[in-house]
């Protein structure tokens, strides 16, 4: 088998086992309204929401958009999707299992393409934004939300978030991500910054990592408090561990 289908095996196994409890997870409402308000959709948009997951993004932007599909490799995450869109009484939603690094979608067919907090699970995220931007008309929007880490730090980071999900590949460095957004298909971009912080045994709760991963992960998150050698600025709130992910969000307009 070829790296990337042994790769998005993986991802389908991760996110098989998470669908359920990833939707559970309070960060992930974090700053929705933030990509629809730079996304810049109205009623007659026609958006393309790629690694959909559980459907929380699309839903969002469906309450003001003209339609949204829900793209994701993960058959159980589309189901859960199209129970959220069913609990919201959003008629405006489609789903289809596909692959973001070939999107299933001719040229230049949707107003908005966005993304969120996917790209540290592929492994060619320039190839992903090409195939956005592909799809994307012109004049439309392409939005990326992730995140966004320091060279320095980015080695621990990375190694910590594989040991949780085995689905990491990389968080992309700020300069990468920017690079991404300096071409010339695009002819204006923005770039927000959030955090989505959260509690550790919570955040292990609806992962999956392999036994003992978890006591490695607390033990080294809890020994970096004070420290912050790893990017995820861990303290202490009220005798639990909390720590946080960095985010950066960009929206390019097509040329």
Request: with cysteine.
């Given at each position: 088998?070829?790296?990337?289908?042994d790769?998005?095996?993986?991802?389908v196994?991760?996110?098989?086992?998470?669908?359920?409890?990833?939707?559970?997870?309070?960060?992930?409402?974090?700053?929705?309204?933030?990509?629809v308000?730079?996304?810049?959709?109205?009623?007659?948009?026609?958006?393309?929401?790629?690694?959909?997951?559980p459907?929380?993004?699309?839903?969002?932007?469906?309450?003001?958009?003209?339609?949204?599909?829900?793209?994701?490799l993960?058959?159980?995450?589309?189901?859960q999707?199209?129970?959220?869109?069913?609990?919201k009484?959003?008629?405006?939603?489609?789903?289809?299992q596909?692959?973001?690094?070939?999107?299933?979608?001719?040229?230049?067919?949707?107003?908005v393409?966005?993304?969120?907090?996917?790209?540290?699970?592929?492994?060619?995220?320039?190839?992903?934004?090409a195939?956005?931007?592909?799809?994307?008309?012109?004049?439309?929007?392409?939005?990326?939300?992730?995140?966004?880490?320091?060279?320095?730090?980015?080695?621990?980071?990375?190694?910590?978030?594989?040991?949780?999900?085995?689905?990491?590949?990389?968080?992309?460095?700020?300069?990468?991500?920017?690079?991404?957004?300096?071409?010339?298909?695009?002819?204006?971009?923005?770039?927000?910054?959030?955090?989505?912080?959260?509690?550790?045994?919570?955040?292990?709760?609806?992962?999956?990592?392999?036994?003992?991963?978890?006591?490695?992960?607390?033990?080294?998150i809890?020994?970096?408090?004070?420290?912050?050698?790893?990017?995820?600025?861990?303290?202490?709130?009220?005798?639990?561990?909390?720590?946080?992910?960095?985010?950066?969000?960009?929206?390019?307009v097509?040329?």
């Amino acid at each position: 088998m070829s790296a990337h289908s042994d790769h998005n095996d993986n991802v389908v196994s991760q996110f098989t086992r998470q669908a359920i409890p990833f939707t559970q997870l309070p960060g992930h409402m974090n700053a929705v309204e933030l990509l629809v308000e730079l996304a810049q959709v109205d009623a007659d948009s026609q958006v393309l929401d790629v690694a959909s997951g559980p459907g929380l993004v699309a839903a969002a932007f469906a309450a003001v958009a003209g339609h949204v599909e829900c793209l994701d490799l993960t058959p159980a995450m589309l189901m859960q999707a199209r129970n959220y869109a069913a609990e919201k009484r959003l008629s405006n939603m489609s789903f289809k299992q596909g692959n973001a690094m070939q999107l299933p979608y001719q040229d230049a067919c949707f107003d908005v393409v966005v993304t969120r907090y996917s790209f540290h699970h592929f492994l060619e995220p320039e190839q992903v934004l090409a195939e956005m931007i592909r799809v994307c008309k012109p004049g439309g929007r392409v939005v990326v939300a992730d995140v966004a880490i320091e060279p320095l730090v980015s080695e621990r980071f990375n190694a910590i978030e594989r040991l949780r999900d085995s689905s990491h590949v990389c968080a992309l460095s700020s300069a990468r991500l920017d690079q991404c957004f300096l071409q010339d298909v695009f002819v204006r971009c923005t770039k927000s910054r959030y955090t989505v912080d959260v509690e550790l045994e919570q955040q292990l709760s609806a992962s999956f990592p392999k036994p003992g991963d978890d006591i490695t992960i607390r033990t080294l998150i809890t020994q970096d408090i004070g420290l912050n050698q790893t990017g995820f600025n861990p303290r202490w709130v009220d005798g639990d561990v909390h720590y946080s992910y960095p985010i950066s969000v960009y929206s390019g307009v097509k040329a």
